[in-house]
């Protein structure tokens, strides 16, 4: 398990990250939400060591993870621009990462390689910017750490590429219980593979939450009212996140599980009523709409 502890990081006078607590379990994917300057990438160097926290600590397994190589060897971190050695190729970085981790992968990493098409003795200077990516996720994968640490992860690479790499750390995951904690400013990226989602504003954790808890908890109900009959007495027993009206038909966002709602809809006087699932994207807009941020703007610009 991962603790972070009320850390804070200034830099100047800039407050990058401000006493941010975070706990992530482990055997689950974690998402960090945020956009550019949010502070995820200060977050995530802290988590892994690289930085120490003005304030606060950070706990991996019950230790303290900067400047201690116990804490370390558990983890592999790719940053958001992955660094190589000089005219490097893909063999070089393997034999580096070898020496460093005692369980690097060798064998599934040239497998790798060959899957993805990536030349073992190509310089790597020479790869596009989605490729240096694959190369670097391949590393993390292969060197069997306990947590992967991924800087945005999946920008630069293309979706079947994004489905590959997905399909990996599933893999990993069932096999030996590695945990991803991904960094990524783009919610519809995390939506397939996160379990749980933190959402960072201004240096700040704003919301964090099991996926499947939200997804269960939060509903969205179409419906058509009978004529002459009055929508707020029929609504008023709901828990309302969001109501709109376009003509006769009502969307609401709803507090309560499915079958709760379907059957309080099926005892009021409707013409027609559907539950619709609601995407990732919808449930966080919905929620910080309630305590007064517009994610429309935070996230999606």
Same mark, same amino acid.
């Given at each position: 398990?991962?603790?972070?502890?009320?850390?804070?990081?200034?830099?100047?006078?800039?407050?990058?990250?401000? !006493?941010v607590?975070?706990?992530?379990?482990? =055997?689950?994917?974690?998402?960090?939400?945020?956009?550019?300057?949010a502070?995820?990438?200060?977050?995530?160097? &802290?988590?892994?060591?690289?930085?120490?926290?003005d304030?606060?600590?950070?706990? #991996?397994?019950?230790?303290?993870?900067? =400047?201690?190589v116990?804490?370390?060897? $558990?983890?592999?971190?790719?940053?958001?621009?992955?660094?190589?050695?000089?005219?490097?190729t893909?063999?070089? &970085?393997?034999?580096?990462?070898?020496?460093?981790?005692?369980?690097?992968?060798?064998? !599934?990493y040239?497998?790798?390689l060959?899957?993805?098409?990536?030349g073992? /003795?190509?310089?790597?200077?020479?790869?596009?910017?989605?490729?240096?990516?694959?190369?670097?996720?391949?590393?993390?994968?292969?060197?069997?750490?306990?947590?992967?640490?991924?800087?945005?992860?999946? =920008?630069?690479?293309?979706?079947? &590429? +994004?489905?590959?790499?997905?399909?990996?750390?599933? $893999? @990993?995951?069932? @096999?030996?219980?590695?945990?991803?904690?991904?960094?990524? !400013?783009? *919610? +519809?990226?995390? @939506?397939?593979?996160?379990? !749980?989602?933190?959402?960072?504003? +201004?240096?700040?954790?704003? *919301?964090?939450?099991?996926?499947?808890e939200?997804k269960?908890?939060?509903?969205?109900?179409q419906?058509? *009212?009978?004529?002459?009959?009055?929508?707020?007495?029929?609504? +008023?027993?709901?828990?309302?996140v969001?109501?709109?009206?376009?003509g006769?038909?009502?969307?609401?966002?709803? /507090?309560?599980?499915?079958?709760? &709602?379907?059957?309080?809809?099926?005892?009021? /006087?409707? #013409?027609?009523? @559907?539950?619709?699932?609601?995407s *990732?994207?919808?449930i966080?807009?919905?929620e910080?709409e309630?305590?007064?941020?517009? #994610?429309?703007?935070?996230?999606?610009?």
């Amino acid at each position: 398990m991962i603790e972070v502890l009320d850390i804070s990081k200034s830099f100047e006078d800039i407050r990058a990250v401000d !006493h941010v607590n975070i706990v992530i379990k482990e =055997d689950s994917v974690f998402g960090l939400i945020g956009t550019n300057g949010a502070g995820k990438s200060t977050v995530l160097r &802290m988590i892994s060591g690289v930085m120490k926290p003005d304030e606060g600590q950070v706990m #991996i397994d019950g230790l303290p993870v900067f =400047d201690n190589v116990d804490a370390k060897e $558990r983890l592999f971190f790719i940053a958001d621009e992955p660094y190589f050695f000089a005219n490097a190729t893909p063999e070089d &970085m393997g034999r580096y990462y070898g020496n460093v981790f005692p369980k690097f992968d060798v064998l !599934h990493y040239y497998e790798y390689l060959n899957s993805f098409g990536l030349g073992r /003795r190509r310089k790597i200077s020479t790869f596009s910017k989605g490729m240096k990516k694959q190369l670097a996720i391949l590393l993390g994968i292969c060197a069997k750490t306990k947590y992967l640490f991924c800087d945005e992860t999946f =920008d630069g690479l293309d979706p079947v &590429m +994004r489905q590959g790499i997905k399909s990996l750390m599933a $893999r @990993e995951m069932d @096999e030996r219980g590695m945990t991803p904690v991904i960094a990524s !400013h783009n *919610l +519809r990226e995390l @939506e397939d593979i996160c379990d !749980h989602v933190g959402l960072l504003h +201004r240096g700040g954790v704003l *919301l964090s939450r099991e996926l499947e808890e939200m997804k269960c908890n939060i509903q969205k109900v179409q419906c058509v *009212l009978e004529e002459g009959v009055d929508a707020a007495e029929a609504f +008023r027993n709901l828990e309302i996140v969001k109501c709109e009206q376009r003509g006769s038909l009502y969307t609401l966002t709803v /507090r309560g599980g499915r079958d709760e &709602m379907i059957n309080y809809f099926s005892s009021i /006087r409707t #013409i027609f009523f @559907e539950a619709l699932p609601l995407s *990732l994207e919808e449930i966080f807009i919905s929620e910080t709409e309630v305590v007064g941020y517009d #994610i429309k703007k935070i996230i999606l610009g």
